[in-house]
């Protein structure tokens, strides 16, 4: 992928960002953003790295834990667009349903893994700890439209 990267700098970037949490009793998140040409692949979970190291973070995690993709629904159509989990394990689903919230909401084309332990999800804390994630998400991804000038729903 190096070479690709550096054949193609304009067109694939990798951006990581730190998540403090909500909540003092919440681990931080990392995110790692891929962008790709029409489509973005983000990688999301827990870190204990700080905020200076949080490139190192996705090294650690689990791309496969829960894993899914969605594509836009196509133009004029409301609703959802076509997901899929590629990989998901009996204990956590999440990826599918906020996979295709973004990609309605960036029309956009969203690889996303969600790197969140299931001792996480099950507490009452785990829906709040998902909610800072997608936030986060969303942040981020607003601020890469606005660096490379796109218009971001």
């Not at 029309?107 to 893994?113: G, K, M, N, T, V």
């Amino acid at each position: 992928m190096a070479a690709a990267s550096q054949g193609n700098s304009s067109l694939i970037s990798v951006t990581s960002k730190y998540v403090a949490p909500s909540d003092p009793s919440l681990p931080a998140l990392a995110l790692q953003i891929t962008s790709l040409v029409g489509s973005y692949m983000i990688w999301v979970g827990v870190t204990n790295q700080p905020p200076e190291s949080v490139q190192n973070a996705a090294r650690s995690g689990a791309l496969c834990r829960d894993w899914a993709c969605a594509m836009p629904a196509p133009p004029g159509h409301a609703g959802f667009g076509p997901a899929t989990s590629l990989f998901r394990s009996s204990s956590s689903d999440v990826s599918f349903s906020m996979a295709q919230r973004l990609a309605r909401r960036f029309h956009r084309q969203i690889f996303l893994s969600v790197d969140v332990p299931a001792t996480l999800l099950s507490t009452p804390r785990g829906s709040h700890l998902l909610f800072d994630a997608e936030k986060g998400i969303v942040t981020a991804l607003n601020s890469l439209g606005d660096e490379h000038g796109q218009e971001v729903s």
